[in-house]
């Protein structure tokens, strides 16, 4: 049985980083795109950041450009994302998902095939 389990997040102040960690159970990453996927209180869930099997390709949003970073660690079956100058805006339960739809500038979650259970980050002002 495949398990996603996310990790890393928590509460920091306005301005402050954390690291995000994905890794899986019973599954080689390495042959996945990977993404993290947000959601806040009252608003639909969105892509943060997506990365191809290869690293090629990743997507960011609009929103977190410049401050957050998608990694993958083939050697250890972990995916990261690094979120540097945080803002209360990014307050949500993050989820990393295998095998997103990623395009070229676009990430969607239909189609993914495994999702993890999420991790809270809260940002305070």
């Known amino acids: 049985q495949v398990q996603v389990v996310e990790s890393g997040g928590g509460l920091v102040h306005a301005g402050g980083s954390l690291r995000l960690s994905c890794t899986a159970s019973?599954?080689?990453?390495?042959?996945?795109?990977m993404g993290w996927f947000r959601q806040a209180p009252g608003k639909e869930r969105e892509a943060v950041s997506c990365?191809?099997?290869?690293?090629?390709?990743?997507y960011y949003a609009d929103s977190v450009k410049g401050r957050f970073t998608i990694s993958r660690d083939h050697s250890d079956n972990m995916v990261y994302l690094q979120m540097n100058n945080l803002k209360p805006e990014d307050t949500a339960m993050y989820y990393c998902?295998?095998?997103?739809?990623?395009?070229?500038?676009?990430?969607?979650?239909?189609?993914?095939?495994?999702w993890g259970r999420g991790t809270q980050v809260t940002v305070s002002s």
């Open positions: 998902a295998v095998d997103p739809g990623l395009r070229i500038g676009s990430c969607s979650g239909s189609g993914t095939k495994w």
């Open positions: 019973n599954l080689k990453l390495d042959n996945y795109n």
């Open positions: 990365t191809s099997w290869t690293g090629k390709v990743t």
